[in-house]
């Protein structure tokens, strides 16, 4: 009871992670957004403005006006001609000589008185970081204010210096010790700076003015008025148009500030309802996979990711939810578990996701004829190939449901969008990658697919490789088996493929000691030199050794499934029977002669019990009549559930019945009689 209820626990918390998370991803808006692209047809009923709204300029032309308005105002510069004053000033009061003094006068009007009857040879000094620009010729004009009016005159900047150089040509000039003592004293440094600087100020101004002609409308499309009509050509000035419509909608919105939670509610009503019909579904029709609590991960797991993907898709591509390839879904859980299932789970994903979807009837649409095609085209998944073929019916049903559908709403071949066919298409082929997808939801949840299967069956793989080298005679055994138990399989719907891979690898264990098995002896039987204790542990540690050498191959749990239940927790009988006849007077413990298990729990692994059991001994009897061949299958089975050995399988006494006549009749056809023919005699020469 505790245990069933853990389990319930776990399954409500999976559905509440999911749900929460689909949740929290929906799109929270409380009006249909609008799906349109520069160059396509408009495939709404005409477009009616609502109110008055303004016309802007769009986004990418705001930007390039306001960045050619930064680069034309950088430039501006005020002129400062109090700093030669000052200097001037400085200079006087210094107790520098006359003629030192005059010198040092000559050198500071050079630079920072102006020439106003050549105004292309003014000369200035700036700061250094903008004498680099000058010199890497990226200013070659300043504007400046020069008489203190609204109006600016472009200037050169071929005659500019710096402070750094001024102070240069006044080291230059006076090199002797007196000059240098008195220049120290005078703290030039701090006196000679830059009389053009930028007027940041004015610059400012001038930018705020300049901003607000870009910001502000340039048109209005009065209440009433048509903004585009059904089936017209989105142009560039109606997809801008298009756009302050959107703003619009969204400060209208603002204000009317929509009543949110109810929203919210509803999107809540929606997934719980979408989530727990499929939570229904597989408790109903498939309580098998309802149960294992690592199947129903598997299924959420799968349905949120693509709801993951195909939310970042229309977020950040138009019509980007057609690249998503939802058809792996029904792929992956048709190949894992059955079509149904796989269409269920299918259906309530397109669903949910046609949340994002500008025309959801159009998105489910499409969408489902894509995945029926995957899913009837994929009958059964063995080879890489088939994901190949199955892209090209993906893609064909994809275009077909897209351009069927377009007639019948436009009625125009000319409103069918090139770029979505292409979408269609690497929609499909992204679909055939679901092969990898395959190879790491068998390496995370421990499935195992036809395809993989169809590789392990290959007995050019290295460990069947070793098997037939080491223990021919083992086998042929397993090969035997294999056709004998897949047979069975077949007839009673069991999985075919995986039984006769895990026949193939049922007994790998015996590659260790491959003499001990009466299979591969040519010679003295190394158990003469054992006592039946010794033999019998031999005999039963191929299950160990097995399950090491499967793991150092890294073979799927299902198969080796097949190597610790072939024998299950049945007895080595030969020994157990021959110690207990040594002993006749002693209490046999039987634990030391008992396989250790688990008993078959599937009907595979019993069909394999089965099998493995009935072709041992068929070839030790003396005449292999069909009376002595349905004797002896009847015995050893009949025998294996008198001991219990298939209590924990699902499989059934119907199911036991068939099994027997395969058996009987795949035995009958190795072992028949061939005819006899006469020896032929050449008549003699007379």
């Given at each position: 009871m505790k245990l069933f209820s853990k389990y319930r626990i776990i399954r409500l918390l999976i559905f509440l992670i999911s749900a929460g998370a689909i949740i929290y991803l929906l799109p929270r808006d409380s009006y249909e957004k609008l799906s349109y692209q520069e160059g396509e047809v408009w495939r709404y009923d005409d477009l009616i403005a609502p109110t008055d709204i303004t016309i802007y300029h769009d986004s990418a032309t705001v930007a390039q006006k306001m960045d050619s308005i930064n680069k034309e105002f950088s430039n501006y510069y005020s002129y400062n001609e109090q700093i030669f004053r000052t200097l001037d000033s400085t200079l006087t009061k210094s107790n520098a000589s006359y003629g030192l003094q005059a010198e040092l006068r000559s050198i500071f009007r050079d630079f920072y008185t102006l020439n106003t009857n050549n105004r292309n040879v003014i000369k200035g000094v700036v700061s250094d970081s903008v004498y680099q620009l000058i010199t890497a010729k990226k200013l070659p004009y300043i504007k400046v204010n020069l008489q203190n009016t609204n109006s600016h005159e472009l200037i050169s900047t071929s005659e500019f210096t710096s402070p750094?150089?001024?102070?240069?040509?006044?080291?230059?000039t006076f090199p002797d010790s007196t000059s240098q003592s008195v220049i120290t004293q005078l703290n030039l440094p701090t006196l000679i700076i830059p009389n053009f600087t930028q007027d940041k100020?004015?610059?400012?101004?001038l930018l705020e003015r300049e901003y607000a002609t870009?910001?502000?409308?340039?048109?209005?499309?009065?209440k009433g008025e048509i903004i585009i009509k059904n089936g017209e050509i989105v142009t560039a000035q109606k997809a801008r148009i298009l756009k302050d419509y959107e703003i619009t909608l969204e400060r209208e919105r603002q204000k009317a500030q929509p009543p949110v939670m109810l929203i919210l509610i509803g999107q809540i009503l929606y997934v719980v309802i979408l989530l727990a019909s499929l939570y229904m579904y597989l408790s109903l029709f498939n309580r098998s996979m309802f149960d294992r609590l690592k199947t129903l991960l598997f299924i959420m797991t799968f349905i949120i990711g693509f709801f993951v993907v195909a939310y970042f898709a229309s977020e950040f591509i138009f019509n980007g939810l057609y690249l998503v390839p939802f058809v792996i879904i029904p792929i992956l859980i048709k190949v894992f578990f059955d079509a149904r299932v796989a269409l269920f789970c299918f259906i309530i994903e397109l669903l949910l996701c046609a949340q994002f979807a500008t025309h959801a009837f159009d998105f489910i649409f499409i969408e489902l004829c894509g995945g029926l095609?995957?899913?009837?085209?994929?009958?059964?998944?063995?080879r890489r190939s088939q994901l190949l073929q199955s892209a090209l019916f993906v893609a064909i049903a994809y275009c077909l449901a897209y351009i069927s559908y377009t007639l019948l709403i436009e009625g125009s071949l000319s409103a069918i969008s090139i770029k979505l066919i292409g979408f269609f298409i690497a929609n499909a082929?992204?679909?055939?990658?679901?092969?990898?997808?395959?190879?790491f939801v068998e390496k995370i949840f421990g499935y195992i697919s036809n395809v993989t299967l169809v590789e392990l069956s290959d007995i050019n793989n290295p460990l069947l490789r070793k098997l037939s080298e080491e223990c021919p005679g083992t086998f042929q055994h397993s090969m035997a088996v294999s056709n004998l138990a897949s047979d069975a399989a077949r007839r009673i719907g069991a999985n075919e493929l995986l039984i006769r891979a895990g026949a193939l690898y049922h007994d790998i264990g015996k590659i260790d000691n491959p003499a001990f098995f009466t299979e591969n002896q040519r010679g003295a039987n190394p158990h003469n030199a054992l006592d039946q204790l010794q033999s019998a542990q031999i005999i039963i540690g191929h299950i160990t050794d097995g399950l090491r050498r499967a793991d150092k191959a890294k073979l799927p749990a299902v198969i080796k499934d097949f190597i610790t239940e072939h024998h299950g927790a049945g007895k080595a009988k030969y020994f157990y029977l021959t110690y207990c006849k040594e002993h006749p007077d002693d209490e046999v413990d039987p634990t030391p002669f008992t396989y250790p298990g688990p008993n078959p729990?599937?009907?595979?692994?019993?069909?394999?019990?089965?099998?493995?059991?009935v072709e041992a001994a068929s070839r030790s009897l003396p005449e292999h009549t069909q009376e002595a061949i349905t004797e002896l299958v009847n015995k050893l089975i009949d025998g294996q559930i008198a001991d219990g050995l298939h209590n924990d399988s699902p499989i059934s006494f119907k199911d036991i019945r068939v099994i027997k006549e395969a058996f009987i009749e795949r035995l009958a056809t190795m072992y028949h009689s061939r005819i006899s023919y006469p020896d032929e005699k050449r008549p003699q020469n007379d």
């Amino acid at each position: 009871m505790k245990l069933f209820s853990k389990y319930r626990i776990i399954r409500l918390l999976i559905f509440l992670i999911s749900a929460g998370a689909i949740i929290y991803l929906l799109p929270r808006d409380s009006y249909e957004k609008l799906s349109y692209q520069e160059g396509e047809v408009w495939r709404y009923d005409d477009l009616i403005a609502p109110t008055d709204i303004t016309i802007y300029h769009d986004s990418a032309t705001v930007a390039q006006k306001m960045d050619s308005i930064n680069k034309e105002f950088s430039n501006y510069y005020s002129y400062n001609e109090q700093i030669f004053r000052t200097l001037d000033s400085t200079l006087t009061k210094s107790n520098a000589s006359y003629g030192l003094q005059a010198e040092l006068r000559s050198i500071f009007r050079d630079f920072y008185t102006l020439n106003t009857n050549n105004r292309n040879v003014i000369k200035g000094v700036v700061s250094d970081s903008v004498y680099q620009l000058i010199t890497a010729k990226k200013l070659p004009y300043i504007k400046v204010n020069l008489q203190n009016t609204n109006s600016h005159e472009l200037i050169s900047t071929s005659e500019f210096t710096s402070p750094l150089l001024i102070i240069k040509r006044i080291n230059d000039t006076f090199p002797d010790s007196t000059s240098q003592s008195v220049i120290t004293q005078l703290n030039l440094p701090t006196l000679i700076i830059p009389n053009f600087t930028q007027d940041k100020e004015q610059i400012q101004k001038l930018l705020e003015r300049e901003y607000a002609t870009v910001t502000c409308g340039i048109g209005l499309i009065s209440k009433g008025e048509i903004i585009i009509k059904n089936g017209e050509i989105v142009t560039a000035q109606k997809a801008r148009i298009l756009k302050d419509y959107e703003i619009t909608l969204e400060r209208e919105r603002q204000k009317a500030q929509p009543p949110v939670m109810l929203i919210l509610i509803g999107q809540i009503l929606y997934v719980v309802i979408l989530l727990a019909s499929l939570y229904m579904y597989l408790s109903l029709f498939n309580r098998s996979m309802f149960d294992r609590l690592k199947t129903l991960l598997f299924i959420m797991t799968f349905i949120i990711g693509f709801f993951v993907v195909a939310y970042f898709a229309s977020e950040f591509i138009f019509n980007g939810l057609y690249l998503v390839p939802f058809v792996i879904i029904p792929i992956l859980i048709k190949v894992f578990f059955d079509a149904r299932v796989a269409l269920f789970c299918f259906i309530i994903e397109l669903l949910l996701c046609a949340q994002f979807a500008t025309h959801a009837f159009d998105f489910i649409f499409i969408e489902l004829c894509g995945g029926l095609a995957a899913m009837f085209s994929l009958k059964e998944l063995s080879r890489r190939s088939q994901l190949l073929q199955s892209a090209l019916f993906v893609a064909i049903a994809y275009c077909l449901a897209y351009i069927s559908y377009t007639l019948l709403i436009e009625g125009s071949l000319s409103a069918i969008s090139i770029k979505l066919i292409g979408f269609f298409i690497a929609n499909a082929l992204m679909s055939s990658f679901a092969y990898i997808l395959l190879f790491f939801v068998e390496k995370i949840f421990g499935y195992i697919s036809n395809v993989t299967l169809v590789e392990l069956s290959d007995i050019n793989n290295p460990l069947l490789r070793k098997l037939s080298e080491e223990c021919p005679g083992t086998f042929q055994h397993s090969m035997a088996v294999s056709n004998l138990a897949s047979d069975a399989a077949r007839r009673i719907g069991a999985n075919e493929l995986l039984i006769r891979a895990g026949a193939l690898y049922h007994d790998i264990g015996k590659i260790d000691n491959p003499a001990f098995f009466t299979e591969n002896q040519r010679g003295a039987n190394p158990h003469n030199a054992l006592d039946q204790l010794q033999s019998a542990q031999i005999i039963i540690g191929h299950i160990t050794d097995g399950l090491r050498r499967a793991d150092k191959a890294k073979l799927p749990a299902v198969i080796k499934d097949f190597i610790t239940e072939h024998h299950g927790a049945g007895k080595a009988k030969y020994f157990y029977l021959t110690y207990c006849k040594e002993h006749p007077d002693d209490e046999v413990d039987p634990t030391p002669f008992t396989y250790p298990g688990p008993n078959p729990r599937s009907k595979e692994t019993s069909i394999l019990m089965m099998a493995d059991t009935v072709e041992a001994a068929s070839r030790s009897l003396p005449e292999h009549t069909q009376e002595a061949i349905t004797e002896l299958v009847n015995k050893l089975i009949d025998g294996q559930i008198a001991d219990g050995l298939h209590n924990d399988s699902p499989i059934s006494f119907k199911d036991i019945r068939v099994i027997k006549e395969a058996f009987i009749e795949r035995l009958a056809t190795m072992y028949h009689s061939r005819i006899s023919y006469p020896d032929e005699k050449r008549p003699q020469n007379d």
